[in-house]
């Protein structure tokens, strides 16, 4: 088969011939059809998420079964899925009480520590193929694998987010914080969109943001968010960036009793006066992607049409190194997408 390899973390994908995979006796093998592409992929690249090389990665990926091992049933030849991203134990008291991304004995992740899908094909463990609804396109599917069932994770549990919520989202016009937008709106809320360019936030008020901030045209963020809330700060603010700049924004935004949620991996850390955090009953959290049952949801919704995939590039996927150039240079609006036909 055809594969985009990584022969050492850092450096870029080389167009390989690899043998097609063979599935074990709880594993398939799945046709790629379509792939999603963002910013953690580079920073995997890096080798920060360990990992041995050559590597195939990708982990955004939706597909057709093609293969499956001695003791499969869950699956069929023929079945339309989608991919988790996580490769877990399935029997810890996370796993087992619904919470996989804490595995207690986390095998790490698809396209790092075992080959992803920017190939013709891949062969997973059973348990991270899960199908796809009806009427949903692969492209759909593949970019709910991360880039929406990672917000809905996020909204749902760690923001909790509600109808008469205000909620700023840090890095809106991005891969995964475009799709943030529409998923606030789902849950109801009012959203105000903070980012980089003029075209990031044009892109962020097409897809619903109420309101828009650009960070480089204001002297002061959080004065600026006051002042779209009239005076009260927001319910919830999520950081898509995580630098310790961005982060301490979306805690100095938020109203009494708020949530700051960081999604993105960046560096430093944020002030918070310890007082004024018991005072304010102010919550500090994170969120890591989503379990299965969330992505389930994720495709349900997405099937339904309540979110939709916003694609600013799509590519062949021996070409993918055209869309990390884009990233890189900050060009790319919304998600990567790599097609396989």
């Keep these: 088969m055809k594969a985009m390899v990584v022969p050492k973390w850092g450096e870029k994908s080389v167009l390989m011939s690899r043998p097609d995979p063979k599935p074990s006796s709880r594993e398939a093998v799945m046709k790629v059809r379509a792939a999603g592409v963002g910013l953690t992929l580079l920073n995997m690249r890096t080798g920060s998420f360990g990992g041995e090389v050559p590597r195939i990665m990708g982990h955004e990926l939706a ?24 490769l877990t134990c399935g029997r810890c008291r996370y796993c087992r009480g619904g919470r996989e991304t804490l595995c207690e004995a986390f095998k790490g992740h698809v396209g790092v520590h075992r080959d992803g899908g920017f190939a013709e094909y891949v062969s997973l463990p059973v348990e991270n193929f899960l199908h796809i609804p009806s009427g949903l396109s692969y492209e ?39 799709h943030g937008v529409q998923v606030a709106k789902a849950f109801g809320a009012r959203v105000i969109a903070m980012d980089v360019s003029d075209e990031k936030l044009a892109l962020a008020s097409e897809w619903g943001a109420d309101e828009v901030i650009n960070v480089k045209k204001e002297a002061d963020l959080v004065a600026a968010v006051k002042r779209l809330t009239d005076g ?3 319910d919830a603010a999520i950081d898509y960036v995580g630098h310790a700049e961005t982060f301490q924004v979306a805690y100095d935004s938020l109203s009494t009793s708020g949530r700051a949620v960081v999604i993105g991996v960046g560096k430093g850390s944020i002030q918070v006066p310890t007082r004024h955090l018991i005072l304010s009953e102010k919550t500090i959290t994170g969120s890591r992607h989503s379990t299965r049952t969330e992505l389930i949801e994720t495709l349900e919704v997405m099937a339904r049409g309540v979110v939709k995939p916003v694609i600013g590039m799509r590519t062949h996927f021996t070409e993918i190194e055209s869309i990390f150039e884009s990233i890189l240079d900050e060009k790319l609006l919304g998600r990567g997408a790599l097609t396989y036909d």
């Design 232 to 234: 009260r700060g927001v």
């Design 140 to 178: 759909a599917a593949a970019m709910a694998t991360d880039a929406v069932n990672t917000n809905w994770h996020c909204m749902k549990e760690r923001a909790r987010v509600n109808p008469h919520d205000h909620v700023l989202l840090i890095g809106a016009g991005g891969g995964v914080g475009i």
């Design 63 to 86: 597909g057709d079964i093609v293969e499956v091992g001695s003791d499969v049933t869950e699956l069929k030849v023929g079945d339309r899925c989608a991919v988790y991203f996580y």
